[in-house]
């Protein structure tokens, strides 16, 4: 038994190594998508171009300008005359924003009902989100320290305390900063580490059906659960080689900080390996051909992107949608993940998904296992 | 003698996932295999032929009919089977990333071979198979031929007591089918095996000792070559006519005539008598204005005799109206 098993293993690592070109891809596909990810990918939309209507052109609307620009939200690139015109700039892409201010705003500041227009580009949701909860937050922090200081001059100022009655202060846990990446990275690595081990698993079985071999072994000794597992630890050591490539350029590349244990990460990635295998196999059941395999990991692959909680949170999704989540390893690893890398919590506190994930791996092992065909039809 | 392969009523049925039509692939042979014997079943394709040998080797269960290789039952004994008999698919069913000596490892690995039988068979099936020299080539490189000749070495590995082949001479050109078949000879006479081959060329069934007919799924003769030869009715007469169809229609009709087969432009007639009726059938041809050449008297080859046969049948009218194209 150990002999034959010794005998797939190697013969398929052989296939592995010789075919450079798969090889690389396969290697490079994670490290290219984590550049595209830590470079493109920002969540947070800033320095936004915008186009500035000033009709008052005092120093109270040069002020709230300024207060605009401070926030790194808005850079104020062109002046013009109109609103007709600023929303021109808007149509030819020139400009994502425009803030209008009508005549007379000093004035009107000074009456208490002075107004100013922030339009936004509606075409891009970020912006629109970014821009408009941007021009909010500034014009009322401007708004209050307008007051203050007119309180302060009418001589209502207590000394030293606020004059605000209510103070947030908020305090972002785990990523204080709030940078994108640092709720990527953890989402990354379990997804590309399903999606490969899922895709090479099917393929490597469904080659053997496509190009016939499958005939000669059936006539040997081996058991169909020695060949599974045969073709499954090789890309059990491709799939951890590159969850390490991805940790390490996301911790000393891009500084993301990993603060929980190592070790145990390991641990839980390999019981996330073995249960998105065995989903890899059983897709290479169901598909007679390579590209019917591709496709349907490919398939696979677009749910655990939304629905596993990687990019859109899980809390707001309907029930049924969430169940459909839960059918997807990925989606109980992420917590996993996070829970290790972000929050640095040790098993305790995700034990439920451990659990979980063992359980579906060795429901897909068994079903795998009960539907490869030992015989040709 | 005891037999090595013994079938008794095999079926084989596929249905048509679309038209829900039935489909006998296998439709209830009875045969016979001695130990050391060389068996040919000959069919066009389409016959029957791979799905015989793929029961045989328990990877398609059979519908109705037991068969038994080594004495071990098809259906529940399928691993033994395995483990004393070899098979060698039609298809090229090696790795062809793989070089000709890492496939003989993986599958002399797999077959649970000690280092030591290792080392001392695989250099033995490289020279016997000839190919001690590129034992490094991917197998994807290797010509037609050689390809057939490394899967038979890799079926070899595990000392087989039968081996199944699967026309292993397709898609080989004619000087390596000759050293193929070579190669079976030795084995028979080195080893004692049973090789149980099935083949679309004709020539190829003279090299067996006894052959089978497969035509639709049925076995409408099994025997000796020569005696497969002998059931050609009367004597063998070829010519080449000038008009081949209006020849052949003609002489069908005419007097001590059994049988006309057509081969290219030559027609092969089945009479009752040669001598006599060769001046009549010149004769008769050159009544209608045509000109015969080479008209003379042959031997009556295993493709006659599969042809002759295989029309007897259809004409008994059991077969399906879907006739099958006589091999050329």
Known sequence: MWQRLRAIIRKEFVQTLRDRRTLLIVLIYPILLLFLMGYAVEMQVDHLPTVVVDSSRDQRSWQFLEAMESSSFFDLKYYVQSEAEAVAEIDHGRARVAIVIPPGFAAALERGDAQALVVVDGSD??????????????????????????????????KGASLTPLDVQTRVLYNPDIRSLVFMIPGLVALIMQQQAVSLTALAIVRERELGTIEQILVTPIRPWELMLGKILPNVVVTLFNMCTILALGVFWFKVPFQGNLGLFFGMALLFIFSSLGLGVLVSTVSTNQRQAQQLSALIQLPAMMLSGYIFPRAKMPQVIRWAGDLIPVTHFLQISRGIMTKGVGISYFQDKVWVLLFYGAVVFFLSAKSFKERLE | MSLQVEVRGLSKYFTSHRSGEVNRAVDGIDLDVQRGETFGLLGADGAGKTTTLRLLNGLLLPDRGVARVAGLDTRKQAREIHQRAGYMPQQFSLYGDLSALENLRFFAEVHGLTPGQMAQRIPRLLEFARLSGLQSRPAAQLSGGMKKKLALACMLVHEPEVVFLDEPTLGVDPVSRREFWTLLSDLRADQGLTIFVCTPYMDEAERCHRVGLLYEGRLIATDTPQAIKRTVPGELVELRPAALYEARDLLGRADGVLEVQTYGDLLHIFVDNAGRRM???????????????????????????????????????????AAQQAPT
């Open chain 1, 125 to 158: 949701a970020l912006t629109v989100q970014s821009a408009f909860n941007a021009a909010i937050t500034v014009s009322q922090a401007h708004s209050v320290d307008l007051l203050t200081r007119k309180l302060e001059r009418a001589g209502l100022g207590g």
């Open chain 2, 279 to 321: 001046p009549e059938i010149e004769a008769a041809l050159q009544a209608q204005g045509m000109a015969v050449t080479g008209l003379r008297c042959i031997e009556p080859r295993m493709e006659e005799a599969f042809v002759s046969l295989m029309l007897r049948e259809r004409r008994q009218g059991r077969g399906p109206s």
